[in-house]
């Protein structure tokens, strides 16, 4: 790279006259502590075929606003002005030219922390957001960021592709959030997560391999609860079913079926019972019925109970909420 006398550039080009450069020099290593480095040069800012370089460009452009020399070169620190994808202050921090598309820092992969799942535990209808951060002192993006979530009942791990929290942050400096949400199978979870940049990989947690614990979806789940049909006369046999799931596949104590009637503003309580006895793994969910008639000509309603040891579930799952149906007419 060519020396060009910055002095007389100066008073070219540069706002007030050519002592301004000193000032200015003075300013930029006072900022960067970059006095006595390779950045110690008039070419920081300065071209060769030109009074400016493209970073020389974006600080005169600051100071023709009426910015101070340090309000200027704070205002371009996350610009990045010789578009190699680094931003000045990255180019600063690194000892590279910040107006030298040729001299950049060396890519890095960068890391990844903070990894966590959100909510920590709930059910089969919980949304659980997993989020991580990815850093990178090079302002690097990562061409794709996963989750892996393994899941006790299949022992397997399941990778989903992440996206970007705010897609209109691009700066990886002072870390970049990437996010997924999904609704999860009944049991023990766990999950990591994996960053592609360029021909490097990143993890969190480490080393490789490793996992992190959670959520704890509910053990006990009930789910897919209906009845069928719909409406009727009393005496219609209305079949009320409801699916239920156990993580670590032991079977209810007891599942109830709760029939609100509109007539007598009460609700009645009836067993239900396997719809094949013989199956055994609650681990996918495991059918539970009940066929009633005789039910009062009324608006109905309905949800159903289950109890294993001290674990309960609902279906509706919230408190007091009850599905509705079925309609007798008389």
Not at 5 to 25: E, F, H, I, Q, R
Request: with cysteine; aromatic share 12%; hydrophobic share 35%.
């Amino acid at each position: 790279m060519a020396v060009i006398v910055c002095a007389v550039v100066a008073g070219l080009a540069w706002p007030n006259t050519a002592y301004a450069y000193s000032t200015y020099k003075s300013a930029f290593n006072t900022r960067y502590g970059t006095a006595g480095t390779r950045l110690d040069t008039c070419n920081t800012c300065h071209g060769t075929t030109s009074p400016f370089n493209p970073y020389g460009d974006d600080v005169l452009a600051q100071l023709n606003t009426g910015k101070t020399i340090d309000q200027a070169l704070a205002a371009i620190e996350p610009v990045d002005s010789d578009g190699d994808t680094f931003a000045n202050k990255v180019e600063i921090d690194a000892r590279t030219f910040p107006g030298d598309a040729t001299d950049h820092p060396t890519a890095t992969a960068g890391t990844l922390s903070a990894g966590s799942v959100s909510p920590p535990s709930g059910g089969l209808t919980t949304s659980y957001t997993y989020v991580v951060q990815y850093t990178n002192a090079a302002n690097t993006l990562p061409s794709a960021v996963w989750v892996g979530i393994w899941s006790q009942p299949d022992n397997a791990v399941h990778w989903k592709a992440m996206t970007a929290s705010n897609p209109a942050d691009t700066n990886t400096i002072d870390g970049k959030w990437y996010q997924y949400s999904t609704t999860l199978d009944p049991g023990t979870q766990a999950y990591r997560f994996v960053a592609k940049v360029s021909a490097s990989t990143v993890y969190w947690p480490t080393p490789a391999g490793t996992y992190a614990a959670g959520p704890a979806v509910n053990p006990v789940v009930l789910s897919s609860g209906y009845v069928s049909p719909t409406s009727g006369t009393p005496a219609t046999e209305f079949t009320y079913r409801v699916k239920y799931w156990h993580a670590g596949n032991l079977l209810p104590d007891v599942v109830w079926l709760g029939i609100w009637s509109q007539s007598s503003k009460t609700t009645t309580w009836r067993q239900m019972w396997p719809l094949h006895p013989a199956d055994t793994n609650c681990m996918d969910g495991k059918w539970y019925t009940v066929h009633l008639h005789g039910l009062d000509a009324s608006a109905h309603a309905y949800r159903f109970v289950a109890r294993r040891g001290t674990d309960w579930a609902y279906c509706p799952a919230a408190a007091g909420t009850y599905l509705g149906g079925p309609t007798v007419t008389p």
